[in-house]
């Protein structure tokens, strides 16, 4: 017994060491849609449990993700060999599934620590300044960075109100989202795009109008409708807006801001600094840079954990379920949209190729239009980086021609993947920790296509006055 483990520890061994060069992608162009059954099985649970079986998908969503994620994974090993099945799944989980829930969860409690506290009352002035510093956070610190460190205190702003669903939406749209789009911090597509050449200033001298006229515009949206709903609230409760007690404002455990800090820092250190160490298991590339910045993200978590004082996250209702829930979920996503992303990046030989073709003319220019449209619906469902880079290689690749010549199609790749993953739920992760934040504090959130219904009548008509204005 103890010579079979000893084999079968050494053969995993074996193949996790191997050459880098023996790694073979699964064959993109030969999947057909059946291989995309699992994502679509895990996106409708997602969508439909919570609506119509909750106490189930409340107790049991984590069984539900993993047997999605086991009827993608048997059929890899069924239908292709062993290592292609293990080196595919590593490169999802190891490659992406495990840095993106270590970035996401030091986010998660160093944000945490962070407690705002004073007399905050929750009318249009107030909530409209929480999202336009939220969207110039974002750029700092990344719109997951953002979101967690706002979304608590703007709860707390607002938790006398009636009507405040409206406010979490847009706090999607804006902070979550659209506003990350001027730096390689706001956004992971953004960053993947600075890893492979794009300039860092880039983006905010390209972006910078069409980003600052989609903000300005959602905000003016967002401030009419709560200036409406609060003349309704106003009516219905004549003393909201009265305080016992004026608390002032103050900023509880400050010392995270160091930790926010080391982690950006963090992110920038990995795009800058290149030791040309890498090692490499089960045909993942792991850099030593990228390894330095993950243990920088877990030290910095565990350092907020042992400075701040239980009593402030206490004071933000701070619990473990909302990263749970996103670890869960998303383990779930990233198995079963491995064969989704190969038969993607099979481009013209894949089961997608009538939509590929959409994003080139009869002369093989590109239609930026088409472009836009088609990165940010797939990145509505689909991982928003891993899309981001299928159309970027799909415009050729070369970051000097599409940030001159063909600065457009950057444009329109960059706006679909950062703008579009705010129309739904798992458009971007820090959609999906918010609404679960939100619902963790008992306040009422649509379902998964209730959600859709907002976005798609705010965010459609933006968007195509955006690709109108700057696209066409």
Request: glycine letters at 8%; one cysteine or more; hydrophobic letters at 55%.
């Amino acid at each position: 017994m103890n010579m079979k483990i000893s084999k079968a520890a050494l053969a995993v061994v074996a193949l996790g060491l191997a050459p880098v060069s023996a790694y073979a992608n699964l064959p993109g162009p030969e999947l057909s849609l059946w291989w995309a059954f699992p994502f679509a099985g895990i996106l409708l649970s997602i969508a439909l449990f919570p609506l119509f079986a909750p106490h189930f998908w409340h107790k049991n969503y984590g069984k539900v993700a993993l047997f999605w994620a086991l009827l993608c994974a048997v059929p890899l090993y069924i239908f292709f060999p062993a290592r292609t099945s293990t080196e595919a799944l590593a490169h999802a989980l190891l490659g992406d599934y495990i840095p993106f829930i270590i970035f996401v969860g030091s986010l998660f409690v160093v944000a945490g620590g962070i407690h705002l506290k004073g007399t905050f009352v929750g009318k249009p002035g107030l909530n409209t300044a929480f999202l336009a510093i939220g969207a110039v956070l974002a750029n700092f610190m990344g719109t997951t960075g953002a979101a967690m460190l706002l979304i608590r205190p703007l709860i707390g702003a607002n938790d006398k109100r009636h009507y405040q669903m409206h406010t979490y939406i847009f706090f999607i749209f804006i902070v979550a989202n659209i506003a990350g789009s001027l730096t390689p911090l706001g956004d992971p597509p953004l960053f993947l795009g600075f890893l492979r050449g794009v300039t860092f200033f880039w983006t905010a001298a390209h972006l910078w109008e069409v980003t600052g006229l989609a903000v300005l515009i959602l905000l003016v949206i967002y401030y009419c409708l709560d200036t409406v709903l609060l003349k309704k609230e106003i009516q219905e409760n004549p003393h909201f807006g009265q305080v016992d007690e004026q608390i002032p404002i103050a900023i509880e455990g400050s010392q995270n801001f160091i930790l926010l800090a080391c982690i950006i820092g963090a992110v920038l250190l990995s795009g800058f600094w290149k030791t040309n160490v890498e090692f490499h298991f089960l045909g993942v590339h792991m850099a030593l840079e990228s390894i330095v910045r993950d243990l920088i993200f877990l030290l910095a978590a565990i350092a907020s954990m042992l400075v701040t004082k239980k009593e402030h996250r206490q004071a933000n209702q701070f619990t473990w379920e909302p990263i749970l829930e996103v670890g869960k979920l998303f383990f779930g996503i990233f198995v079963t949209i491995v064969p989704v992303l190969e038969m993607l990046r099979a481009g013209h030989e894949g089961a997608f190729s009538s939509l590929v073709a959409l994003v080139t003319n009869a002369q093989g220019e590109p239609v930026n239009a088409a472009f836009f449209w088609l990165t940010g619906m797939l990145s509505s469902f689909l991982d928003n980086a891993p899309t981001y880079l299928a159309f970027f290689n799909l415009a050729g690749g070369d970051p000097q021609v599409l940030m001159g010549p063909e600065a457009h199609t950057l444009m329109a790749i960059s706006m679909g993947a950062v703008f579009m993953g705010a129309m739904t739920f798992i458009g971007n992760a820090p959609n999906f920790m918010v609404i679960s934040i939100v619902q963790n504090r008992g306040i009422k959130m649509p379902s998964f296509f209730g959600y859709m219904i907002w976005s798609y009548c705010i965010l459609i008509p933006l968007f195509l006055l955006l690709t109108f204005i700057y696209l066409i």
